[in-house]
């Protein structure tokens, strides 16, 4: 069965940098493109960055260009975002998802709120 | 960016109904579409890719249909637990992958 958790969410303040991690199981990580997608409260998806079964050429939504950075490590099937510069409008719920063309695997989603 | 265009924002059906649910993209996506359920509470669910494959699991009462810049989902035989918000997501151009802006599906 194909998992993935999250992990790494919570509150800080505008400026400051938080990461979070996403565990995979149930299937070999380093055949899979990986994905985050976040979900502002009560809003829709959005794209935020993707990331290809090497860990090579990494691409970002405009909007956290150069703030957040996606990375993975197949040896422990874990795959990451590095989020610095945090703004109130990153608050939202962050998922990752297994990327084969579509998502065709989320995980259960952490919740990032940024505030002071 | 190609725009995703997603109709109705929100939907009251009945259970046993047939509903459809359009999305729209701004240009020709060359049937690079998914569709995602989310129950309320939930994570995103896989239900249809590349238009009209069905991802395992879903049930056959799912189906997607479309072509060019035209697509629809529809749900034959509406269950309790089809009650969800509806999500269409291109990915034949990027980045950026884009959503639509989803259908909140009730009963009536």
């Known amino acids: 069965e194909v998992q993935l958790v999250e992990s790494g969410g919570g509150l800080v303040q505008p400026g400051r940098s938080l990461k979070l991690s996403c565990a995979a199981s149930?299937?070999?990580?380093?055949?899979?493109?990986m994905a985050w997608v976040c979900q502002a409260p009560t809003k829709g998806l959005e794209w935020v960055a993707s990331?290809?079964?090497?860990?090579?050429?990494?691409y970002y939504r405009d909007s956290v260009k150069g703030r957040f950075t996606i990375s993975r490590d197949n040896a422990k099937s874990t795959l990451y975002l590095q989020m610095d510069s945090l703004r109130s409008e990153d608050t939202a719920t962050y998922y990752c998802a297994r990327h084969d063309w579509a998502l065709d695997y989320w995980g259960q989603g952490v919740m990032v709120s940024v505030s002071s | 960016d190609i725009q995703m265009t997603q109709s109705p924002a929100s939907l009251s059906a009945s259970l046993g109904e047939t509903v459809t649910i359009e999305c729209r993209a701004s240009?020709?996506?060359?049937?690079?579409l998914a569709w995602y359920q989310q129950k309320p509470g939930k994570s995103p669910q896989l239900l249809i890719y590349n238009a009209n494959n069905l991802h395992t699991g879903v049930p056959s009462r799912f189906s997607g249909s479309g072509s060019g810049t035209q697509y629809s989902l529809k749900i034959n035989s509406l269950r309790s637990e089809d009650v969800a918000s509806y999500f269409c997501?291109?990915?034949?151009?990027?980045?950026?992958?884009?959503f639509g802006a989803g259908t909140k599906l009730e009963l009536k």
């Open positions: 240009e020709d996506i060359y049937n690079g």
């Open positions: 149930g299937f070999t990580f380093s055949n899979y493109g």
């Open positions: 997501q291109q990915y034949y151009n990027y980045p950026p992958y884009t």
């Open positions: 990331i290809s079964t090497g860990g090579g050429d990494p």
